[in-house]
């Protein structure tokens, strides 16, 4: 999220599919607060293995790339304090997306066109491999303009210095181009045409219209808007930290393409995180070259069908091609749960979300989520169950796992199918996972995993499935229930939830969790549905945590596999 208002907006009627409420409106600038520090060492709450700034406050990453190797990571970082304010962006390094080395501050405020602050934006690899960024800075009007910068030393893999282009900013709001001056920014990624031209798209807002609105460039310095814009939409407000890529359609999915490709096998994904809702939806569509525009198979006024990466606390998401393994990685920003006073106390607030392969799935209609990977070298002690009917009403321990730092997979088998409870009406499925909690006993359901639990149960995170029969057909449904996962009672403890498109006659429902003491990020049917929640137990912490299976329903369901491993502590900054 590049921008920051002084007052909360209110909370946002209008639903995209499964938003219910904003998980955080917009910032607060606490001015008198951004040089207070905490001791943020020792800390139950602070992640072992996702990525975080050893303090203070962290927001949007920004412009991920890999160069000569080594994969860099750009982030929105407040230096003085664990609120949001005197941002820069900060830089660190890795050599497997796991483990960061951090580097010197990559861009701060020093030209007229940024010298209001330096906000979110992309990298992008020119031929010859040049990396070159372009970012939101705001001049001295105020007004939101698009700046570039680029490597120093174009020989040090570690690219610790940037220079500033002197023809800042390359883009900026003026009377002619009807650009809204307070509402245009983050950059993407740019792609290449095959007329020669590069093309990037900055998100903007017309009154209540969310815009993509797309520039183009024969030398990257030299930047002409377009006559319409990539794409728009009424009523969807400010469109923030846009993304647009190409994905396979065709075997194998899984791989991922460079952001200039394009062809008949080729879809386009345009993300946008909505500054209303506070969450990342994406369309799945064409991209019309003859006259740059991108239409979408269902667009945003079909809201109720409008996908999301995350049906959690996920934003301001950017995608990246690794070239060195053919994938597309998403990097997310999680915020936190917790309140402002409590986010002083323990000296940080934010973190970021384990990176993500994606990719377009067979069905053509959604894109699959995966942890990377190389997290799974951070496995130990794995614990595997035989397969077991778990009762209706049984709770399974899963002992031997350090369960406040785990990496948990769980599938079920459902045979029970006349059990099921009869849906009446489409309903908002976040709605209906607060309704129906992992409390309330049903028929084919709930039944998942118990995380961050207390002995006596007094507190837990339930992630599970519920299974319903609507119109003739079987409805799944993926809620992260949060209700009870703490006693400390001034948290955000919304539950939340969405249908998954899984086929349960056919397909067996599976769940993956990775838990990290004050954050779950699940993924439901091999990532066609990911939650990501932020809890903070007050009993349930370290070594008090203990993880269960569970099956609330008076249907039986089979596990037909459950492995849990116990997670190193990654190097991170």
């Given amino acids: 999220m590049a921008i920051s208002s002084i007052f909360l907006l209110a909370t ?25 520090t905490s001791d943020s060492s020792n800390q139950p709450y602070r992640t072992a293995y996702h990525f975080q700034p050893p303090k203070n406050w962290i927001n949007d990453p920004n412009g991920p790339m890999r160069y000569k190797g080594l994969y860099h990571l750009f982030y929105q970082y407040n230096p003085k304090g664990a609120v949001w304010g005197n941002i820069v962006w900060a830089h660190s390094i890795s050599k497997d997306l796991i483990n960061w080395t951090p580097l010197d501050h990559a861009i701060f405020p020093s030209q007229p066109s940024d010298i209001n602050g330096c906000w979110s934006g992309s990298a992008t690899i020119l031929p010859g491999g040049k990396p070159v960024i372009l970012y939101t800075g705001i001049d001295p009007m105020k007004n939101q303009v698009q700046n570039l910068a680029y490597p120093k030393n174009m020989s040090d893999p570690l690219l610790r210095e940037w220079v500033k282009s002197p023809k800042n900013p390359l883009m900026a709001p003026t009377i002619a181009n009807k650009i ?7 950059p993407t990624t740019a ?22 609105i797309l520039y183009k ?26 993304d647009f890529y190409p994905v396979l359609n065709k075997r194998p999915f899984s791989i991922g393409i460079d952001t200039s490709m394009n062809g008949d096998d080729v879809m386009h ?28 198979y269902i667009g945003f006024e079909d809201n109720q069908f409008v996908l999301r990466y995350d049906y959690g606390k996920y934003y301001a998401s950017k995608t990246t091609f690794d070239d060195g393994k053919n994938r597309r990685i998403l990097f997310g920003w999680v915020n936190e749960s917790s309140s402002v006073a409590d986010d002083i106390n323990k000296g940080w607030s934010g973190i970021h979300a384990i990176p993500r392969a994606i990719w377009l799935h067979n069905s053509g209609k959604q894109l699959v989520q995966w942890p990377i990977q190389e997290i799974e070298s ?7 169950f035989p397969t077991k009917v778990l009762k209706g009403g049984e709770l399974l321990q899963v002992p031997g796992v350090t369960a406040a730092q785990a990496d948990v997979e769980i599938s079920f088998e459902v045979n029970e199918f006349e059990k099921a409870e009869v849906l009446k009406s489409w309903t908002n499925p976040q709605i209906l996972c607060g309704k129906k909690g992992a409390a309330v006993k049903g028929g084919l359901g709930p039944f998942g995993l118990l995380v961050f639990a207390s002995k006596g149960l007094e507190e837990y995170t339930a992630v599970f ?18 209700s009870r996962s703490s006693l400390h009672k001034d948290n955000d403890m919304t539950t939340y939830g969405t249908f998954v498109d899984v086929d349960p006659l056919h397909e067996k429902l599976s769940l993956r969790s990775l838990i990290d003491h004050s954050v779950v990020e699940s993924f439901g049917t091999e990532g066609r549905a990911c939650i990501t929640s932020r809890v903070y137990p007050t009993l349930a912490i370290n070594d008090k945590a203990q993880l269960y299976a569970f099956n609330n329903g008076t249907a039986n369901v089979k596990i037909t596999r459950l492995s849990a491993w116990s997670m190193k502590k990654a190097r991170i900054n």
């Fill in 12 to 36: 946002f009627s209008f639903i995209y599919g499964n938003a219910v409420l904003p998980i955080e409106a917009t910032h607060h600038v606490y001015r008198n607060l951004q040089s207070l």
């Fill in 180 to 186: 809204n001056s307070s509402s245009f920014r983050d």
């Fill in 191 to 212: 792609w290449l045409g095959k007329d020669g031209y590069w093309r990037v798209i900055i998100g903007s807002k017309r009154n209540t219209r969310g815009m993509a």
């Fill in 217 to 242: 460039s024969k030398d990257f310095v030299n930047w002409v808007q377009a006559k319409h814009a990539l794409l728009s939409a009424q009523g969807t407000g400010m469109w923030e930290c846009p």
């Fill in 269 to 296: 994904v345009l993300k946008v995180s909505l500054d209303d809702t506070k969450h990342d939806h994406y369309l799945v569509g064409r991209y019309n070259i003859a006259n740059d525009i991108f239409v979408p």
């Fill in 378 to 384: 951070l496995r130990v002690n794995p614990v595997n």
């Fill in 465 to 482: 499935f519920r299974i319903f029969s609507y119109q003739h057909k079987y409805l799944v449904l993926m809620c992260s229930d949060q």
